[in-house]
């Protein structure tokens, strides 16, 4: 039998979950209500790194939107985009074209920037 203290770390995981949940203004009602969980019970997922059952599990990332492979895989396995990137890309749909004028801007500065350092 496996010993406790062998078993998957889930604090990170859990930190994705409540950052996605507060980043679509919900709150843990709400979303304890939509996929028929205690809100206690998603608090100590989020905080403490309960471990969900997978049907819990799968129902908040489908929920909120989160990718697991950040957590998952190793950075070369990872062919889904991170919770945080589809976060971003939500945003930018939400950008008028001359906004995302402004993004494209920020994002050559960073390239360059990188470029630089690396010559």
């Not at 406790?4 to 604090?11: A, G, I, L, S």
């Not at 997978?54 to 909120?64: A, F, I, K, R, T």
């Not at 957590?71 to 976060?87: C, D, M, N, V």
């Amino acid at each position: 039998m496996r010993k406790k203290e062998d078993r998957y770390d889930f604090r990170a995981v859990g930190q994705s979950i409540k950052e996605a949940r507060k980043r679509q203004g919900l709150t843990r009602e709400q979303v304890g209500a939509a996929i028929e969980i205690d809100p206690r019970y998603l608090t100590n997922i989020e905080n403490k790194g309960a471990h969900p059952s997978l049907q819990v599990l799968y129902d908040l990332v489908s929920l909120l939107d989160v990718s697991l492979d950040e957590h998952f895989l190793s950075a070369g396995e990872r062919r889904i985009k991170s919770t945080r990137r589809r976060a971003v890309e939500a945003g930018l749909d939400e950008l008028t074209d001359q906004e995302l004028i402004i993004v494209e801007s920020v994002i050559d500065g960073i390239v360059k920037s990188k470029e630089a350092e690396g010559k």
